[in-house]
């Protein structure tokens, strides 16, 4: 996931170097996709350490999100053509196709904001639509210049996935995490018990990303690499289970099955193997939480049979979701207008809210202020306008991800960069799957933001095949360096 695993050299040290100046000079050589790196390593600061002069809600990740915007504007806005001496292209700005895959949903979301009963209401909303699905993504396709720049974020992700996964597993073994059946026995790292689906996503990513650098490993890339990769998967297994996220465990069965059924039926077959045998090893063999996996487990296919209190709670306000929309079917009630709305369309059976506790946070009772559904939560709150701009920028990122990958497959341009395009497909088939169930909210939303911009880079840059910066796609000649425009000495 670096120059190591690419199979590359490290630049030749000078005497008197330390291994830490060297390694700053690596990193500095990544420039652009640094920030996007620090962005998902901010992630381990724990909840509410932002000090006390914070904003309420507001994590250090999402400033550095919004550092990573800004700085990416006056990066395009003071373009300039490559220098000589250094080699490095000047920053390449969208894409017609770009521009229209991140641009209808600012557009649809500008629209569903002005026409919302109340758009003074809906504009917090509307900036946070704003941040997560277009300026953060598009900020991430604008950093990442090559296979390199994306490694290194894959890196960072698998990275973030370990911490978190090890803190969770050490919280579930000593009665230290959230409650969950009033013991304090769920997983959920640093993000706290009043972002129980935080730790469950970092490692459902850590883990998808790592078993397709695993299947997949880059060109001359090291032998360590693969066993190395598919350790991380299988590590991150413990930690996902004990999460108790039932979305989660969906949502990355579905990627990993993609991921294996790419690489063929026999890789298949013989993951399928590991798994439960590493499942009936921690379940069966150790006793790892048997009862409350199984009973978890369970509860997602029981709907009328004496259902789980959650599963009661997660249908009902889908319903109310609905009949939301169909009060306002074309621009819904506006963003962040799902809370005020529930009450008047939910069942009676719906709870006053969920019991959280533990993991540092005393008992007490959140209010459910949304659906638990992506799709209906944009269905209800944005009409069929934003949805359909949503939801359609998601799939046009799958299908060029997809084809793209196709391509690489084949031995197209993208050829050296499979690794890349397994991972970015994986990640975003895998969020795709999880919004049926879960939405966005909680400091681990910003990781789902980069994500969508790794997605992004993959499927729409024309840099996604390069190995080296300032080398772009062309459909008939392949790989083209950028013209060195500086005036000759």
């Not at 390694?23 to 420039?31: D, E, N, Y």
């Not at 220098?83 to 770009?98: Q, V």
């Not at 939480?289 to 209190?309: F, G, H, Y």
């Not at 939301?324 to 009676?348: M, N, Q, Y």
Request: aromatic residues 4%.
């Amino acid at each position: 996931m670096s120059a190591v695993a690419e199979g590359t050299a490290p630049p030749p040290s000078r005497p008197g170097r330390s291994a830490l100046s060297l390694g700053l000079s690596h990193l500095a050589a990544r420039g652009p996709a640094v920030p996007v790196v620090v962005t998902v390593l901010l992630l381990c600061v724990p909840a509410g350490s932002a000090g006390p002069g914070a904003l309420p809600g507001v994590t250090p990740a999402d400033v550095c999100s919004g550092v990573l915007v800004v700085w990416c504007a006056v990066r395009l806005l003071r373009r300039s053509p490559p220098r000589r001496a250094t080699g490095r292209p000047a920053p390449r700005a969208l894409t017609p196709l770009a521009v229209l895959v991140l641009g209808a949903p600012a557009t649809a979301f500008a629209v569903t904001t002005a026409a919302s009963a109340d758009p003074a209401a809906s504009l917090p909303g509307f900036v946070r639509y704003l941040q997560l699905f277009v300026l953060v993504p598009g900020a991430v396709l604008l950093s990442l210049r090559d296979a390199r720049d994306a490694r290194l974020v894959c890196g960072a992700v698998v990275l973030l996935a370990l911490i978190e996964g090890g803190v969770g597993v050490v919280q579930a073994c000593t009665g230290t995490g959230a409650s969950y059946q009033g013991e304090h026995v769920r997983a959920v790292g640093t993000f706290g018990a009043l972002d129980v689906m935080g730790m469950a996503t970092a490692v459902s990513y850590g883990l998808v990303t790592a078993l397709a650098c695993g299947l997949n490993p880059p060109q001359g890339a090291g032998r360590w690499l693969r066993p190395c990769a598919l350790g991380c998967a299988v590590a991150l297994v413990v930690p996902l289970a004990l999460s108790y996220s039932r979305g989660a465990w969906i949502a990355t069965a579905s990627a990993c099955l993609l991921l294996l059924a790419l690489r063929g039926v026999r890789t298949t077959v013989c993951a399928l193997a590991a798994v439960l045998a590493t499942g009936v090893v921690l379940v069966g063999g150790l006793g790892v939480a048997t009862q409350e996996l199984t009973q978890r487990a369970r509860s997602i296919t029981e709907v009328s049979d004496s259902p789980d209190r959650s599963v009661t709670d997660r249908y009902t306000l889908w319903g109310a979701a609905a009949d939301i929309w169909r009060e306002s079917p074309a621009t819904g009630v506006g963003p962040k207008g799902f809370p005020e709305h529930r009450d008047a369309h939910a069942a009676l059976e719906l709870s006053s809210g969920s019991d959280t506790a533990g993991a540092g946070v005393p008992f007490q009772r959140e209010p459910l202020l949304s659906p638990h559904n992506m799709y209906l939560l944009v269905l209800s709150e944005q009409g069929l306008v934003g949805t359909v701009a949503l939801v359609g920028s998601w799939g046009a990122l799958l299908v060029c991800g997809l084809r793209r990958l196709r391509d690489a497959r084949r031995g197209g341009f993208t050829r050296r960069a499979v690794d890349c395009g397994a991972v970015a497909t994986g990640l975003l088939v895998w969020q795709c799957v999880d919004f049926l169930y879960g939405d966005i909210g909680g400091p681990s939303t910003v990781l789902t933001a980069l994500v969508l911009g790794v997605a992004a880079w993959w499927a729409l840059s024309p840099d996604a095949g390069a190995e080296t910066a300032g080398l772009h796609t062309d459909r008939r000649l392949g790989p083209v360096r950028e013209p060195d425009r500086s005036p000759a000495r």
